[in-house]
């Protein structure tokens, strides 16, 4: 089935640790997002990236870092310098640079701190 | 503004009734109004979206109400059933850097009691 994978489902951070969440779709596309869910909002964007070595910050990058070297792949690793990592991650790809195609999401990493 | 005000928060409907969330906006460069479904646990998935050159459109039992005048637009949920509770987030995008960049509205938790 095409789709994206995000994966651990959990993932539990200790204090000083830096964590990565895995991202992979194999639905060919060239667009990339991270994003943060917390209780009562909505999502706000992390990073995203519209091609293979290329990425932008989103309106919430900092204590973040993404890579991008691989078109399948996208992950996001949460540095201990964020002080506030609790939330639901979700990664999301879209097809090209076409105006009014739509994000499709993954099923989302729960992180929290030990 | 890049923001999207969605309400009401949370709403109990009963089995067979008309669920209706409302969104609004002030930016007026939104070109695509996706709206998304979302179960604990899960990633969001695209319910229904329309353009602003759209009024109305309709997929089953979701339709979307689209008043550009008044930048506002709605998601009706006709005979609401009990599988339909879930959270529900509007959604909007525009065209920035070369990308689209999409902004969430916070979300309403719909519960349809049986």
């Known amino acids: 089935d095409g789709g994206i994978t995000q994966s651990p489902k959990y993932l539990f951070r200790k204090e000083g640790q830096n964590v990565t969440l895995s991202c992979e779709q194999n639905?060919?596309?060239?667009?990339m997002y991270w994003y943060r869910q917390d209780p009562g909002q909505g999502l706000r964007l992390i990073y995203y990236s519209q091609i293979v070595n290329d990425f932008q910050k989103g309106d919430i990058a900092e204590g973040y870092s993404v890579s991008r070297e691989k078109k399948e792949s996208f992950p996001l690793t949460v540095t201990s310098a964020q002080k506030n990592p609790t939330a639901f991650y979700l990664c999301?790809?879209?097809?090209?640079?076409?105006?009014?195609?739509?994000?499709?999401f993954g099923d989302g990493t729960r992180l929290s701190i030990l | 503004q890049q923001q999207v005000k969605q309400s009401p928060q949370s709403l109990i409907v009963q089995k067979g009734g008309i669920s209706i969330i409302n969104c609004a906006y002030e930016n007026t460069a939104f070109d695509y109004f996706p709206w998304y479904q979302q179960f604990p646990g899960k990633g969001p998935a695209l319910l229904i979206a329309?353009?602003?050159?759209?009024s109305e459109k309709k997929e089953g039992r979701f339709t979307i109400s689209f008043n550009k005048s008044a930048k506002q637009f709605s998601l009706h949920i006709m005979d609401s059933q009990p599988g339909d509770s879930a959270t529900y987030f509007c959604?909007?995008?525009?065209?920035?850097?070369?990308?689209?960049?999409?902004?969430f509205g916070k979300g309403t938790k719909l519960t349809v009691n049986p």
């Open positions: 959604a909007a995008t525009f065209p920035q850097g070369g990308s689209e960049k999409l902004v």
């Open positions: 329309i353009r602003p050159d759209v």
């Open positions: 639905l060919n596309h060239d667009a």
């Open positions: 999301a790809s879209r097809s090209g640079p076409s105006n009014n195609q739509p994000q499709h």
